[in-house]
């Protein structure tokens, strides 16, 4: 059986970038950097608040893997462009 998918709510106003996107789906910075191994949460935030909220190309194997394993609906389309608003 699937798990089921997780819904996230950001301001409708605003564009959602891949950054917001990920940080939002996995449940913040805290536990989207502890569950990517990275020592310091500082690292997830400073995706969305420089390089126009990109994460790094390195970080898109690993994201995508976490995604399939929690079931959460993530593509690597997600991970360039973001998602319509």
Same mark, same amino acid.
């Given at each position: 059986? $699937?798990?089921?998918?997780?819904? %996230?709510?950001?301001?409708?106003?605003?564009?959602?970038?891949? +950054?917001?996107?990920?940080? $939002?789906?996995?449940?913040?910075?805290?536990?989207? +950097?502890?569950?990517?191994? %990275? %020592?310091?949460?500082?690292?997830?935030?400073?995706?969305?608040?420089?390089?126009?909220?990109?994460?790094?190309?390195?970080?898109?194997?690993?994201?995508?893997?976490?995604?399939?394993?929690?079931?959460?609906?993530?593509? +690597?389309?997600?991970?360039?462009?973001?998602?319509?608003?």
């Amino acid at each position: 059986m $699937a798990a089921p998918k997780k819904v %996230i709510t950001l301001d409708p106003a605003q564009p959602i970038t891949p +950054a917001k996107l990920v940080i $939002a789906l996995f449940g913040g910075t805290y536990p989207l +950097a502890s569950k990517l191994g %990275i %020592i310091s949460h500082t690292t997830v935030m400073k995706w969305g608040r420089t390089n126009g909220g990109l994460i790094p190309s390195h970080q898109h194997r690993p994201l995508l893997e976490l995604a399939e394993k929690e079931g959460v609906e993530l593509t +690597a389309r997600d991970l360039i462009f973001g998602r319509p608003n």
